[in-house]
């Protein structure tokens, strides 16, 4: 990362006499001024050689070298320096009982924490003093409890030196920006002990940095860049506004921020988002939210994430999200985009709101057993994956041996997902001996999608375009009666004699944005009914069956076939997609109104298919808006 600021002179540019040493002037509380007034109108600079005090106000027009000191400024007196200033990084300015006046440097004066030390191991006070002003440079690390920075156009280097927090007692942030704005913030470093076997400090801290806005100011912490962050031994990283389950920070503005480089190492979560007007951006970060660098003391693997966002809109641009942990979430929430990154974890993404991937074509998922993305109950938004790659294991071949989902929104019936050009490995799709649904309820939008499970026993697969409902036959009931029987209806006709059961529209009990159902019910016997007129088909393509269902029944089992026709209208195969009891229905959550998805592929020399529905006796389901995509 490149640095804030040039390196300073040993002297003032500008000075070419000897300088005004304050050594000539006696006594510590008036050598300044003396010298200050004897340098009047003569070109050159004073240079501060020994103790000073300023028991009044003074403003000292030449350029100043430091190289005594310390300088005391007494309460209520201010020292104004209107030309530059230059001093080593050690203590220059005592702060202490009755000695805390204020200090003013000439615009583009570079201050640095050391001026200001104490003489303790505690720099608080000494960095507080410093972020007071526009233009900061760090010398050296700086222990701190917690410092805030707040205003407008400040520039601080923290030169890879950076904090190191040593708060004893609760503590919010090592670092807070507080109404922040217009900032630049470079090769900065946040870290405490929670690498030790017992940490002292770390674990005292809510998070490493924290930024908020309030009404207090006019500004806001907007407009800003970090350029290179890292963060490490400390619980959680980067807090944006309120954190993790506390209501979101008001709507004060916090967005157009830039965080470059960010390098959180041994942090257990090192994001949390959660500011109602905010729109943050990350930029090439390394997100490796795994434990390197940290004690178990820090560390409880299902209680972390990569990234959340709670509240606000979080945009990643490259970089990695790495986390090799099973339990815990890798995102965690909504309104986040991940572009161009590579995605490697072994967790799931626990979606509340929309996400989105872009062009992110290396991505691995670890674990089998697990689903990568799971909405949350009731979850409104959107899945995107768009030109993105997700792959899993392939020797062993993982499709072979493990029919995880890859979407599971059981409990989240309006929520969307949609592929584009989009391609997952090693995954299968089994709706007759298996639960192996894919995507498990929402709704799904198929652009582009490629299932490649080569190397293994399972099929690929290549769905595109859609959803489109089935136009040969009536998909929703509306146009059924509501007499319960057995008679051809809406484009449907019975395959059997079927004892008691029938088929008929229903109006009552209905999924979300839908106003029409078809009840298929059996009695003594099972009942069929399959579209009367042939649907168009694709010869070769993988087409998916897709329609909301709901086993009401007490037991049964529900049969999907294709008669697949050819251009005569001439049967030439049949396929069973579904082929599942009333016990695998409900514990896969089809006991309540959810999306059912089956994979059918068109036969070489088809043009046509009927689609049949078919309930053993006993059992009771409802079907509605179903789309052949």
């Not at 003032?12 to 050594?23: I, K, N, Q, V, Y």
């Not at 217009?182 to 998070?207: F, H, M, Q, T, W």
């Not at 890798?330 to 490697?344: C, T």
């Not at 592929?419 to 997952?424: E, I, K, Y």
Request: hydrophobic share 35%; glycine share 12%; with cysteine.
């Amino acid at each position: 990362m490149p640095a804030a600021f040039a390196a300073e002179a040993d002297a003032p540019s500008d000075a070419s006499a000897e300088p005004l040493s304050t050594a000539r002037f006696g006594v510590p509380d008036s050598a300044l001024q003396k010298a200050t007034a004897a340098a009047a109108g003569r070109k050159g600079w004073v240079s501060i050689d020994g103790p000073v005090d300023v028991t009044a106000d003074l403003t000292v027009t030449t350029p100043v070298q430091i190289r005594g000191g310390p300088i005391r400024v007494a309460d209520g007196a201010t020292l104004t320096f209107s030309d530059a200033v230059v001093a080593p990084p050690r203590r220059t300015f005592a702060r202490e009982d009755g000695w805390r006046g204020k200090i003013s440097f000439a615009q583009g004066t570079v201050v640095t924490p050391s001026w200001w030390e104490n003489g303790t191991d505690d720099d608080t006070e000494a960095v507080q003093e410093a972020l007071r002003y526009d233009r900061v440079l760090f010398t050296r690390r700086y222990r701190v409890r917690s410092v805030e920075a707040s205003g407008a156009y400040q520039t601080i280097d923290m030169a890879d030196y950076g904090l190191y927090g040593i708060a004893t007692e609760a503590t919010d942030a090592v670092l807070s920006l507080r109404n922040w704005r217009d900032g630049r913030l470079y090769r900065a470093s946040i870290v405490s002990d929670g690498a030790a076997e017992a940490p002292k400090y770390a674990l005292n801290y809510a998070c490493a940095l924290r930024a908020t806005s309030d009404k207090t100011s006019t500004d806001k912490t907007q407009y800003g860049f970090i350029y290179g962050l890292r963060i490490g031994g400390l619980r959680t990283g980067v807090v944006w506004g309120s954190h993790a389950g506390e209501p979101p920070q008001s709507r004060d503005t916090q967005s157009e921020f830039h965080i470059y480089d960010y390098r959180p190492r041994g942090v257990l979560r090192p994001f949390v988002g959660n500011a109602l007007n905010a729109y943050l951006q990350f930029h090439a970060p390394i997100f490796q939210a795994q434990r390197f660098e940290s004690s178990a003391a820090l560390w409880a693997d299902d209680d972390g994430w990569t990234l959340r966002n709670e509240a606000g809109v979080v945009h990643v641009i490259g970089g990695s999200l790495q986390r090799a942990i099973k339990t815990g979430y890798n995102l965690y929430g909504g309104s986040i985009v991940i572009e161009g990154a590579d995605v490697e974890r072994n967790c799931p993404d626990y979606l509340t709101g929309s996400v989105a991937y872009h062009s992110c074509r290396n991505g691995y998922y670890g674990a089998s057993g697990s689903t990568p993305f799971v909405v949350a109950p009731g979850a409104k938004g959107r899945l995107l994956l768009n030109d993105t790659i997700i792959r899993r294991q392939v020797k062993p071949p993982t499709a072979d041996f493990d029919a995880g989902n890859l979407v599971d929104a059981m409990k989240a019936p309006d929520y969307e997902i949609v592929f584009r050009d989009a391609t997952v490995g090693q995954w299968r799709i089994d709706t007759t001996s298996g639960s192996a649904y894919f995507v498990r309820g929402g709704r799904v939008v198929f652009g582009d999608l490629s299932v490649d499970n080569e190397g293994s026993k399972q099929r690929s697969y290549r769905f595109r375009e859609g959803p489109n409902r089935i136009v040969a036959a009536d998909p929703t009931g509306r146009s059924m009666p509501e007499t319960d029987d057995l008679s051809a209806k809406g484009g449907w006709t019975s395959l059997g004699k079927g004892q008691g059961g029938g088929f008929h529209q229903t109006t009552a009990d209905l999924p979300p944005a839908v106003d029409h159902a078809i009840r298929l019910h059996g009695g003594d016997a099972a009942v069929e009914i399959e579209t009367t007129a042939p649907m168009a088909v694709e010869s070769g393509r993988d087409h998916v069956v897709d329609f909301w269902l709901k086993d009401q029944g007490k037991r049964g089992r529900l049969r999907l076939q294709m008669r697949w026709l050819d251009a005569m209208g001439t049967e030439i195969g049949r396929d069973v997609i579904v082929n599942q009891d009333h016990g695998r229905l409900t514990s896969n959550g089809f006991g309540q109104w959810l999306r059912f998805r089956a994979v059918a592929l068109t036969p070489t020399g088809a043009t046509g298919a009927k689609l049949s529905l078919a309930v053993e006796g006993g059992g009771d389901m409802l079907f509605t808006d179903l789309r052949m995509i």
